[in-house]
């Protein structure tokens, strides 16, 4: 099991930047998947970006392709979501997720059903 802990995010204007981190606890971190979703007012929840157990391997939604960086520190149990070029329809809250059932996978999964560890979520509004 992992235990999940976001911060950063926030309030910033279109255009801007935000950085998130999620510090995880637990002796499985550095080999499970990693993930960043979220959940606009109103929709459903959705894939962000996703990371391999080393760091190695990322994937992206097409919405955000270009404009996130997903990348984790194995050391510090930390991954970041580094989000650029923010848009008002990127405001959603945004969770953490890992999949800690399945070590070493170097396919990664968009599905939640596959991530079964998740944080409690931070705010990310953008502005116009």
């Known amino acids: 099991q992992v235990q999940l802990v976001e911060s950063g995010g926030g309030l910033v204007q279109a255009g801007g930047s935000l950085r998130l981190s999620c510090a995880a606890s637990?002796?499985?971190?550095?080999?499970?998947?990693m993930a960043w979703f979220r959940q606009a007012p109103g929709k459903e929840r959705e894939f962000v970006a996703a990371?391999?157990?080393?760091?190695?391997?990322?994937d992206y939604s097409d919405s955000v392709k270009g404009r996130f960086t997903i990348a984790r520190d194995n050391a510090k149990n930390t991954v970041f979501l580094q989000m650029n070029s923010l848009q008002p329809d990127d405001t959603a809250i945004y969770y953490c997720?890992?999949?800690?059932?399945?070590?070493?996978?170097?396919?990664?999964?968009?599905?939640?059903?596959?991530?079964?560890?998740w944080g409690e979520g931070r705010q990310v509004t953008v502005s116009t």
């Open positions: 997720a890992a999949d800690s059932r399945r070590a070493l996978r170097v396919r990664l999964t968009q599905m939640q059903t596959d991530y079964n560890n």
């Open positions: 637990g002796r499985t971190f550095s080999t499970s998947t």
């Open positions: 990371v391999s157990w080393s760091g190695g391997i990322t």
